[in-house]
């Protein structure tokens, strides 16, 4: 078994916000609707606990910071999950009924970028953000 192959699969998937969901209907097209819906219900909620977790590096954010703060995080996580993929998906009948299963994934630099865009162009938090400590943590 060839470890740098390993390693580098590994360094790819580290590089990317993934999720997962599955949905059933008696509509094949409706089923596969509702699990990307909850496949992007999953991959946000990833984003903005990983985010949050690295605004805990932000030491100059006073209550007000934060809520503004996480406010910008919400926003940048909508709109990145707009552009996620469906990176495999199953589909299945089984008594008049199909579920899907759906894998979806972001590019963490691309969401790492527009959190971090969407900070800078806000006034109050860009003088106050210490954006190396951001990417670090993120």
């Known amino acids: 078994r060839d470890l740098r192959m390993s390693r580098g699969l590994g360094d790819v998937y580290k590089r990317q916000f993934r999720a997962s969901a ?25 984003i903005k606990a990983k985010a949050e977790m690295a605004a805990k590096s932000q030491k100059k954010f006073g209550n007000a910071e934060w809520e503004q703060f996480s406010d ?8 990145e999950a707009a552009n996620l993929k469906v990176i495999c998906e199953n589909s299945r009948q089984s008594g008049g009924k ?8 972001l590019p963490k630099a691309g969401v790492l970028s527009t959190i971090i865009n969407q900070i800078k162009s806000d006034d109050k938090l860009k003088g106050l953000f210490e954006e190396s400590q951001f990417k670090q943590a993120f």
């Open 72 to 79: 910008l995080i919400h926003m940048a996580t909508q709109q």
């Open 98 to 105: 199909y579920k899907t299963d759906v894998v979806v994934e």
């Open 22 to 46: 599955s949905a059933q209907s008696g509509d094949a097209t409706a089923s596969k609707k509702k699990a990307v819906i909850a496949a992007r219900t999953a991959i946000t909620s990833q």
